[in-house]
């Protein structure tokens, strides 16, 4: 086999493979959906907006104010980290969290079923297929030639 077919043979297998996870992950619309918009909100609070506050909040007590005295300077910067962390790290987080295990889970669940799904059908018909041509060599080979004497059945 020459290279550019191993390419194409690669390149199949792995358009065939997210083309099942695909199909798979269009039957939990919800839980996608919630785990793509969720995601950048929980990236920008964790990397951007926390060490946001935390930088003004540093660079306000460096600056020479006291923090007892003025405290209406600091409590929104403090106010703003408390909320990325609870709604962005926590809340968000673990909605995240959730929603990608979730549908984790329901698609390898759907994609084991789909398998086993095949699998069953194909050899149930196989299992058909093989015991209707044993059937037939049976009836062709053995019954219509004349192998049995089915006589005894009819003496009385």
């Given amino acids: ?14 358009r065939r493979t997210l083309h099942y996870y695909w199909r798979a992950t269009k039957k939990h619309k919800l ?41 209406s300077t600091l409590m929104p910067s403090i106010v703003g980290l408390l909320a990325c962390y609870l709604i962005g790290s926590e809340l968000l987080g673990h909605v995240r969290i959730w929603a990608i295990w979730k549908l984790e889970l329901k698609v390898a669940y759907d994609l084991a079923t789909y398998c086993f799904d095949k699998v069953c059908t194909q050899f149930s018909a196989n299992v058909s297929q093989y015991l209707m041509s044993i059937f037939q060599f049976h009836f062709e080979h053995c019954v219509r030639k004349g192998f049995y004497d089915y006589s005894f059945l009819f003496d009385c």
Avoid: C, H, Q
Wanted: hydrophobic share 45%.
């Fill in 31 to 71: 839980l996608f959906v919630i785990g793509i918009l969720v995601t950048p909100i929980v990236v920008a609070s964790r990397t951007v907006l926390t060490p946001y506050f935390t930088a003004d909040i540093i660079g306000k007590i460096s600056s020479g104010i006291d923090p007892v005295a003025e405290w």
């Fill in 1 to 14: 086999m020459t290279k550019e077919k191993k390419k194409g043979a690669k390149k199949n297998l792995w």
